[in-house]
């Protein structure tokens, strides 16, 4: 979704901006949204006997990569321009590890790459095999990848949207930071940052928590932080997943069932945000974004998040003015610092509406226009610099 996102708003500055996809993306991207200039890299017998053997599998990017740039060359040379006037932006995928192939024969952008983030210290008993040999494993294979697969360092210019974090491992992988540029990692569509902000007055008990319900959410804190309010705090709980059904039996143990309402899914997201008017902020204690979308929309509309000092929003909140940020020192220290926050939002006005005011002058900075206008910016100068 955000590649598909990045490229309608890049296209919007940059018409002759085409897109490279797999070919399971077909039916939808030409059939039902019917979007002009996509390419499609087809599976082979080769990528498909690659996918069976298990243990090649992990090759299946790097031979995605390699014929995606081999078509953008093609397309490029169809198109009449050559060498320096092509620049080939791989905005997928955004981790920091995966291997890269990069064009001989034109400019190459990676980014906006992120990834990096793993469980806080405190949660790390909670983390699976997977996230777990993951993050045991990242540093060593960015030293492989500075021996075998190097092509990442060899690019033009790389956006980075993970702080220091991503910056490190690139570092590691050999990667040059004057060839990086910060850069946010999603944009918010311009059509949400023009509805009304949320204006925020006098006392406001209600909060909103949303997104796929599955442990790194943190929703589980937030329904113990409530427990601990000083005020009858309510809390809208919209969305689904695997922590449903636990999360909806902690309510009832702890005694919260008139404070704690599971809205489950909205029929579109045009309700959910129209539904944003009712709320003094919204909460999302997550231990694993990277980014967090729900935060810059929130922030968009006016309502002040609480969240964990880690990952994606300590980039994105400023402590204090446009939200509250937890560290994440202890679950008893989390519960504790959330419901303070919530009970000092709920019965501040002025603290809120400053916070909702502050938020949405912030989020004006992620207006995908001109987050669209800044990315051309940067591969224009970066094209007048090989020039």
């Known amino acids: 979704m955000k590649a598909l996102q990045i490229f309608t708003e890049l296209k919007k500055v940059q018409p002759s901006t085409v897109q490279i996809t797999h070919g399971r993306n077909r039916e939808e991207l030409e059939g039902r949204l019917k979007l002009p200039d996509i390419h499609f890299v087809d599976d082979t017998w080769v990528s498909r006997a690659i996918w069976r053997t298990r243990v090649l599998r992990f ?6 990569f390699r014929r995606a740039v081999r078509l953008a060359e093609r397309i490029a040379a169809e198109m009449g321009v050559c060498g320096d006037d092509v620049v080939v932006h791989q905005t997928e995928p955004n981790s920091p590890v995966l291997p890269r192939i990069v064009s001989r024969t034109h400019l190459n952008v990676f980014g906006p790459i992120n990834g990096n983030i793993y469980y806080p210290a405190i949660f790390r008993r909670q983390e699976g095999l997977g996230p777990r040999v993951r993050r045991v494993l990242h540093f060593p294979l960015q030293r ?3 021996l075998l697969f190097n092509d990442l360092s060899r690019a033009d210019l790389i956006f980075v949207a993970g702080g ?4 490190t491992s690139l570092q590691a992988a050999g990667c040059s930071e004057a060839r990086m540029v910060n850069v946010v990692d999603c ?3 311009d059509a949400l940052l023009n509805r009304p902000r949320v204006v925020q007055r006098g006392i406001n008990l209600r909060f909103v928590h949303y997104g796929r319900l599955v442990f790194h959410k943190g929703t589980a804190l937030i ?3 409530l427990a601990k309010t000083r005020h009858q705090v309510e809390l809208d709980i919209v969305g689904a997943g695997p922590e449903l059904d636990s999360c909806k039996r902690l309510v ?6 008139a404070r704690v309402r599971f809205v489950g899914w909205y029929t579109s997201h045009d309700d959910l945000i129209a539904s944003f008017s009712t709320y003094r902020g919204m909460v999302l204690p997550s231990i694993e974004d ?3 979308i729900v935060v810059q929309e929130a922030m968009a509309l006016g309502l002040p998040p609480v969240c964990l000092d880690w990952g994606g929003p300590q980039l994105l909140i400023d402590h204090g003015r446009t939200g509250f940020l937890v560290e994440p020192r202890s679950v008893e220290f989390i519960t504790s610092q959330i419901a303070d926050h919530l009970d000092r939002l709920s019965q501040d006005g002025e603290l809120a509406e400053q916070m909702s005011r502050l938020a949405r002058e912030r989020a004006e900075e992620w207006r995908w226009s001109r987050v669209a206008e800044h990315w051309m910016e940067l591969l224009a100068g970066l094209r007048r610099a090989y020039r």
């Open 144 to 146: 492989i990848n500075r």
């Open 290 to 292: 990277a980014n967090g």
């Open 252 to 257: 009832k143990d702890l005694g919260l069932d």
């Open 223 to 225: 329904i113990a932080s």
């Open 59 to 64: 090759l299946i990017d790097y031979w995605f």
């Open 187 to 189: 944009g918010v569509p």
């Open 164 to 167: 220091n974090r991503t910056t």
